[in-house]
């Protein structure tokens, strides 16, 4: 990307229009959750509790101007009303039986939003057993060749845009996680990619014929799932060749998140971690998914890596070079989406004296995460027609393996992932951006 496409402040096109949220996993939790939420809130009846978009703020200029404004007021963002919301699923429900199915909301509110949740309902999913061992997809497109099934969900998409009026869309991965698939030739370059598309290559998987589409037909692409999908050379050409930008991968929701709070809090004090144990139950379909070891090893390698970037080993070796760091993810249907997670960590500090911090959580996993697809929604939309494509680095705050561009290290402190991200926002709005050194009220 070359510094002058980027549109900055009044250059920044305009939010006005509808601005179609189309989803592969429609049916699921996490979906269902972020849709009738958006409703709810469109309707007066809760607040978008857990969103930056929607609650943030962000402070402008030197601390005694007392300029702080609402991000949504600072930078031209599409609003709820504006939002329309589409996708794909192997189950044939709408919204309103997927929400009672997924169990995460109360029925009385599922009752009151019922013709709304009604109403949407998802396109056949481009699906393959190989990639999701634990679903058998019921509802899913009859095409077999991958530039075929590619036409079809583009296809759908014309159709969504057609139907609802819609200028604009952004597609944002919420489908199960798929099984581990290591970087092979095929990913390497989008020329082996599409070559591969030709002969139906089988690491090619169905979330990155999504992206695929999605990225070919201009819309942005956020993966909310630890599986590759754009974050390969192949599709990161192809979205700069597109000028669309991306974003991933996984949700940092829930037992990540709170490691990535406590542990910059225990290396900025120079404690010692000798481990990290990480263990939760959970029964949602999601947690059906990461029972099978294939699937459960993607999801693995994401949250494995957090502690390394935060904790950086190699500088500090007395500190943090053998910590042992153990997640275990365990099926228990009992708990739905209420999912309870706990945390032992093993600290030493002042002449190596050991200590323990003891953490459980009981979360909801699709509460910590509908109001993370909102934000990249409005987000990714923001950037494209602020000008920005390939990968979006700022978004990082948003995921538990960030995407970055080859050769950088990602980052994973959710503080300065937040500080990256409202500095783009002041970078973009020409407003300086802030460093914290405070030395300037002090310095005359
Ligand atoms: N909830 C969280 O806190 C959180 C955090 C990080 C990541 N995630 C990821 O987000 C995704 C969604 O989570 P969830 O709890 O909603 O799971 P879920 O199982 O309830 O929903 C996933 C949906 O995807 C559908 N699906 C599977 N393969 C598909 C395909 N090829 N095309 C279209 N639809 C497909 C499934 O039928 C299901 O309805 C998962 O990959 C999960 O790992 C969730």
């Not at 510094?3 to 189309?22: P, Q």
């Not at 978008?48 to 007021?73: C, W």
């Not at 929400?99 to 029925?107: D, G, S, T």
């Amino acid at each position: 990307m070359k510094e002058k496409e980027i549109r900055k402040k009044d250059d920044i096109l305009s939010a006005k229009g509808r601005l179609g949220v189309l989803l592969p996993g429609l049916a699921g939790a996490v979906s269902t959750t972020f849709i009738a939420g958006v409703e709810a809130v469109r309707r007066g009846m809760a607040l978008p509790i857990g969103s930056l978009t929607q609650m943030g703020t962000i402070r402008l200029g030197k601390r005694t101007e007392g300029r702080v404004p609402k991000i949504k007021d600072f930078i031209p963002l599409a609003s709820l009303e504006d939002l329309v919301f589409g996708g794909w699923d192997i189950f044939p429900d709408n919204l309103y039986d997927a929400c009672l199915k997924a169990q995460v909301l109360e029925k009385n509110l599922v009752e009151t939003l019922k013709d709304f949740l009604g109403s949407i309902k998802p396109y056949p999913a481009v699906f393959r057993q190989e990639f999701v061992h634990n679903l058998q997809g019921e509802y899913v497109k009859k095409e077999t060749n991958y530039l075929d099934l590619i036409e079809a969900l583009k296809a759908d998409i014309e159709d969504f845009k057609k139907k609802n009026n819609v200028d604009r869309c952004v597609m944002v991965w919420c489908g199960s996680t798929e099984a581990y698939l290591p970087l092979k030739d095929v990913h390497k370059s989008l020329a082996n990619f599409e070559e591969g598309l030709k002969r139906n290559d089988p690491d090619i998987a169905p979330s990155m014929l999504y992206a695929y589409a999605a990225i070919t037909s201009g819309i942005p692409f956020v993966n909310g799932a630890p599986n590759l999908t754009v974050d390969i050379p192949a599709l990161i050409e192809l979205a700069e060749k597109h000028k669309v930008p991306i974003a991933g991968k996984d949700f940092k929701t829930g037992q990540t998140l709170l490691k990535t709070i406590i542990a910059p809090g225990i290396k900025a004090r120079m404690l010692g971690l000798k481990g990290w144990f990480s263990t939760n139950i959970l029964g949602n379909r999601d947690g059906l998914v990461l029972d099978d070891a294939a699937s459960f090893k993607t999801k693995e390698i994401s949250k494995r890596s957090v502690l390394d970037y935060i904790l950086q080993p190699d500088v500090y070796p007395e500190l943090y070079k053998d910590v042992y760091h153990k997640v275990r993810i365990n099926y228990y249907p009992p708990r739905g989406d209420n999912k309870e997670a706990w945390d032992n960590i093993d600290i030493f500090g002042w002449l190596g004296y050991k200590m323990q911090i003891k953490v459980n959580f009981l979360c909801r996993d699709s509460i910590l995460a509908a109001p993370v697809v909102l934000d990249l929604a409005l987000f990714i939309d923001f950037a494209q027609r602020a000008g920005l494509y390939g990968i979006q680095e700022w978004l990082s705050f948003y995921f538990k393996s960030p995407m970055v561009k080859e050769g950088l290290y990602p980052e994973h402190d959710l503080f300065i992932q937040l500080m990256k991200l409202k500095n783009t926002l002041r970078f973009l709005m020409k407003e300086d951006e802030i460093t914290h050194t405070g030395l300037d009220y002090y310095v005359e």
